[in-house]
């Protein structure tokens, strides 16, 4: 069942729990604002993975300083610079989702998407 | 370190736990902006330094600062809001 | 120095960037017509890397001075160009459709804003088709994300609102799980690029080494594309979104969004896991019973709809269920009919939505079927749009949707396990389709009666007010006729691209 | 999924329960079309809560208290069963920080090895996702671009007055200023005093991550959003009037534009050189100093131009629709 990694990886262990309670929150809460909240949860712990992926033990981080290039000195540089794109993508979309939700709030007042689709139907359009 | 480690890792459950069960919605944006600092010190341990600059500059200043921003303009934090504000803090409460 | 045709994949994406940056500046009209012309370049490009690529094969092309696997790298087959071509000549005749609804329904000073998403969704639809590496995918698929967003919520009611909401949540789910499926799949093999991740892939199924996290980083990833191109269980955005936006948006979201993520999942099972590792996978049996009921449940409740918007919208339900069911054949001859029906089902839908707007504007903006009666004699190229749209969604020979059953059928044949469910599933669903389309389509040919002279708005639209929209339903027509009747090229061009893809 | 269908059974249930009150609403719901922002809001958010008594209060309903129990139940044991998913998957995964990790392979070598030679940057970060990958980096940029654009068509108000009843859900200039005349600071002493020693601190700060991001951490986009944040505070000490003389739409507009054009018209040159195995007359500099790294500085000054303009864009538009 267990692999035999698992007291090794325990961050990512966490990082991956982490990810399932934004996952939740986002599918589950009533309320916008704590979906939103769960979406970063939920992508910081995905770049949190990525960070564990390229973090190698007694290496620093990848810059060189005064010029001493040796391939065993440095991490591995790809992960941060996926996570660097990847924090881009989710502050916009944060950013977007607020958005949505003050036009929503405006519109119905309320924070809570079935109430919403509940006043729809009953409105009719 | 990897005790520091654990620790910090210990907070960051214990953060994305209380967001979700915090009752209003001001404490759990709070909460989420202690999670990103908490983040980028881990990205700064683990050897990503422009992750964590990046992290403590965008998850702990920006995005909390839209997110503050927001609940204001949904009453969600200030009395001046009077008659508004009731109902938004029931949703906060559920 | 390499041939110059195969620049054009960088030079459409980059033009797509440049407009869109360029119209923010721009006023309504001109960004129009930028957004025109733009279109066209992409398709002609297209059209040219097609070309070239049928007589010397595919192309690598290196996104900077590195080659592959330190660089990003994009890639141009038949298929990539012949989709291009696709996606950019459907989203030119949605635009021309629905040109005045988007100057009713949007505020004058958004207008330009309009036109920069339309030019972002195509470009990240481009980049979607020719990319040759999973991260740069991922960011493509967020542009289209956030661009759909905006198509559906441009048009600022409730509904729309909502509905954009709706599409956010689900589709951020999605690209979480397929961020999480990137990431692990990346730690497994260590590689981003789509063709040295498929060489690890072999080896780690030829050896054993990782399968449960293999197994279960494929079944992220398709779950993710799944729930952003609205299978089955997680539609439940679809139809306010589809059914309220502006007729444009809807053209382009029901028949490009959706396709362009499912043409990444067909990229991917054909070029990073491979096709052999997938077919006998138990994940292809779940995706298999998802579209089954997704095309009974779609066509049940498109049953159960009295207003077209609606009922075209659940329709599009059961037409992905369809795709996903090729799909999940598992077979050659699945993976064409799939892509067969990708382009058959892009080509009805758009038409469907531009037709039946003609056919509300006819009478009084009322989309319940009770206001629709006769409205095809009151706008007659709307009526001729809808009825050919409908029988090529029932299946009818000489029209495409006929084709696609029919190449559903011999691909069921193939694989013994699941031909029963499929013959079965398919009859249904062609019955199901018949009632409710035929239904639609006697309702808006039933005679026109008199109780409809006096009222304001049930007006007789004649062929020479709305010029363009005429034009764009015969070139509809027209498309889809040819799909239907000379579909051998076309399978032929289908089945030479995936065997590039491999 | 079960979230909707949970949902019909509710509805119907719902329907009846709530017929009282049905008639009223539905009247007024009629009468002005397509939008309740035109109604009262007071008497509106009273048939709202009468709503929600109806339909939300527990006491009332029992039917619904139990579904929300099994809902509640039934997302408890999803949760669980994901997780646990998850975990089993963690633990089959290679080790961590271990050297021979698959993900450790000639691609990350050849980004240490070679990086600073072909990329001039001393921080290989910055050298691998602005000249290695720079193509997903262009789509990212563009990816805040088109959220901003959204946002921009979310909340951007260019109604002057409203005309008529038919005005939907978009609120006018008029109503957006006195919304956000309640929570305008009313010109704290304390917050001024602070903002003039800090901002520019705060924005040299910027500034400086910016132009060492080839050098040292950071780079365009964290230097932006750190000056796009100073900026803000600048805007909460001293209100729209004064930091709408140096930063207006057209600003923006403008900075945006610059810069997204640079970038992709510069990329698509690089590109072009490379693909076709020409040479792009871009000198590397040499290692170390502030002008060098071919590319990587211009592209990072237009990004984090981009990113500050865009991160006080957003906050000014959340604030009151528009600069």
Redesign the interface.
């Given at each position: 069942m267990f692999g035999e990694n698992l007291l090794n990886n325990y961050a990512e262990a966490v990082s991956m729990i982490i990810f399932a309670i934004g996952f939740t929150n986002l599918l589950l809460h009533k309320n916008l604002i704590k979906k939103i909240i769960g979406l970063n949860i939920m992508d910081t712990a995905v770049y949190l993975f990525l960070a564990l992926k390229g973090y190698i033990k007694g290496r620093t981080a990848p810059i060189i300083s005064n010029g001493v290039i040796e391939a065993d000195k440095y991490i591995n540089p790809i992960p941060s610079g996926l996570v660097l794109t990847g924090i881009v993508v989710s502050v916009s979309v944060t950013a977007l989702m607020l958005a949505l939700t003050i036009r929503l709030y405006k519109r119905y007042h309320t924070l809570d998407l079935d109430e919403i689709s509940f006043r729809l139907r009953k409105e009719g359009r | 370190m990897t005790i520091f480690q654990c620790i910090l890792l210990f907070f960051l459950l214990v953060c994305a736990i209380a967001v979700s069960f915090s009752k209003n919605l001001l404490n759990s944006v709070l909460i989420f902006m202690s999670y990103s600092v908490i983040m980028s010190i881990v990205w700064m341990l683990l050897e990503s330094p422009d992750l964590a600059i990046t992290e403590a500059a965008v998850g702990a200043g920006i995005t909390s600062v839209l997110f503050f921003v927001t609940l204001n303009r949904i009453h969600a934090i200030f009395k001046s809001a009077g008659k508004k504000k009731e109902d938004v803090k029931e949703e906060g409460n559920e | 120095?390499?041939d110059f045709v195969?620049?054009f994949p960088?030079?459409s994406i980059?033009g797509c960037?440049?407009s869109?940056?360029?119209s923010?500046?721009l006023k309504g009209r001109a960004a129009k017509w930028v957004n025109t012309i733009l279109i066209m370049c992409v398709g002609a490009m297209s059209l040219c890397v097609m070309i070239y690529c049928l007589k010397n094969g595919p192309f690598v092309?290196?996104?900077?001075?590195?080659p592959a696997?330190?660089?990003?790298e994009v890639r141009g087959g038949v298929l990539e160009g012949g989709m291009g071509l696709f996606f950019s000549s459907i989203m030119l005749l949605s635009m021309m459709g629905g040109r005045k609804k988007i100057l009713e329904e949007i505020?004058d000073?958004?207008q330009n804003?309009?036109y920069?998403?339309v030019n972002?969704m195509l470009?990240s639809l481009i980049?979607l088709v020719y990319t040759n590496?999973l991260?740069?995918a991922y960011?493509?698929v967020?542009?289209n994300t956030?661009?759909a967003?905006?198509l559906i919520?441009?048009r600022?009611?409730?509904?729309t609102?909502?509905a954009?909401?709706?599409y956010?949540?689900m589709s951020?789910?999605g690209s979480?799980l397929f961020?999480?499926g990137v990431?692990?799949l990346?730690?497994?093999?260590?590689?981003?690029l789509m063709s040295n991740i498929k060489e690890?892939v072999a080896l780690l199924s030829a050896s054993g080494e990782?399968r449960?996290?293999l197994l279960?980083?494929i079944a992220f990833i398709t779950m993710g594309l799944a729930i952003k191109s609205a299978l089955f269980?997680?539609h439940?955005w679809l139809p306010d979104a589809y059914g309220y936006s502006t007729i444009s948006s809807a053209a382009i979201l029901s028949s490009l969004v959706s396709k362009g993520y499912i043409f990444l999942l067909i990229k991917i099972i054909y070029r990073v896991i491979g096709f052999d590792i997938v077919h006998d996978s138990l994940l292809l049996n779940v995706v298999f019973g998802f579209s089954a009921l997704g095309i009974i449940f779609g066509s049940v409740s498109a049953m159960k709809e009295d207003d077209i918007r609606r009922m075209v919208s659940y329709s599009s339900v059961a037409q992905i269920g369809y795709i996903y069911l090729g799909i999940s054949l598992g077979t050659k001859e699945g993976m064409v009919a799939a892509v067969f029906q990708i382009l058959a089902h892009a080509a009805t839908k758009s038409m469907l939505f531009i037709s039946a707007i003609g056919l509300t504007d006819a009478s009084n903006t009322s989309r319940k079927f009770t206001d629709l009666t006769g409205s095809a004699y009151r706008n007659k190229i709307a009526g001729m749009g809808f009825a050919a749209g409908a029988l090529s969604m029932v299946g009818i020979p000489l029209f495409s949707g006929f084709i696609s059953k029919l190449l559903f059928m011999r691909a069921a044949v193939n694989n013994y396990g699941k031909m029963m469910p499929t013959m079965i599933v398919l009859a249904i669903s062609t019955i199901l389709n018949a009632i409710y389309f035929m239904k639609t389509v006697v309702r808006i040919y039933s005679p026109e009666r008199n109780l409809y002279e006096g009222r304001e708005g049930f007006v007789k639209i004649h062929t020479k007010d709305q010029v363009f929209y005429t034009i764009t339903v015969i070139i509809f027509i027209a498309l889809n006729v040819a799909l239907g009747l000379c579909s051998d090229p076309i399978l032929d061009l289908i089945s030479k691209g995936l065997d590039m893809f491999a | 999924m079960n979230n909707d269908s949970l949902f019909k059974r509710l509805l119907s249930w719902i329907r009846e329960s709530s017929e009282s009150f049905d008639e009223d609403m539905t009247i007024q719901d009629v009468d002005e079309n397509e939008s309740f922002g035109v109604v009262d809001k007071q008497e509106h958010i009273e048939n709202l809560e009468m709503v929600r008594r109806k339909v939300y209060s527990e006491k009332e309903n029992k039917s619904m208290r139990r579904m929300e129990a099994i809902y509640r139940w039934f997302a408890v044991l999803f949760a669980c069963f994901f997780t646990f998913v998850l975990i089993v998957t963690v633990s089959h995964m290679p080790k961590t920080g271990d050297l021979n990790n698959p993900a450790n392979n000639e691609v990350a070598e050849r980004y240490i090895k070679e990086g600073l030679k072909e990329t001039g940057a001393t921080n290989i970060v910055a050298g691998m996702i602005l000249d290695y990958r720079a193509f997903d980096t262009l789509g990212e940029s563009h990816v805040l671009f088109v959220a901003a654009i959204v946002v921009t068509i979310l909340l951007r108000l260019d109604k002057k007055e409203k005309d008529g009843i038919n005005t939907s859900i978009i609120e006018t200039i008029g109503e957006a200023e006195k919304d956000d005349k309640i929570f305008e600071p009313k010109n704290d002493t304390i917050l001024q005093k602070v903002s003039l020693i800090f901002v520019p601190i705060i924005i040299i700060f910027g500034i400086y991550v910016i132009l060492n991001g080839h050098l040292s951490p950071g780079g365009g986009f964290s230097g932006g959003a750190i000056i796009g944040a100073a900026l803000i505070m600048y805007l909460n000490a001293f209100g729209f009037e004064k930091t709408g003389k140096f930063f207006n739409e057209k600003v923006y507009k403008t900075v945006c534009f610059s810069g997204l054009a640079f970038y992709a018209l510069a990329k698509c040159y690089a590109f072009f050189c490379g693909a076709n195995h020409l040479d792009s007359h871009i000198s590397k500099g040499i290692a170390g100093h502030i002008l060098s790294a071919g590319l990587i500085l211009p592209l990072d000054i237009a990004v984090g131009c981009v990113v500050a303009c865009t991160m006080y864009g957003f906050y000014a538009m959340f604030r009151k629709g528009g600069f």
């Open positions: - | - | 120095m390499r195969q620049n960088l030079f980059v960037l440049l869109s940056s360029t923010s500046l092309y290196i996104m900077g001075h590195v696997p330190w660089g990003n505020e000073t958004k804003l309009y920069i998403l972002l470009c980049a590496d991260f740069t960011v493509f967020e542009i956030i661009s967003c905006g919520a441009i600022q009611i409730g509904r609102i909502e954009a909401v709706r956010m949540i951020l789910l979480g961020l999480v990431c692990m990346y730690d497994l093999t260590g590689h981003l690890s990782f449960e996290p279960i980083t269980p997680f439940a | -």
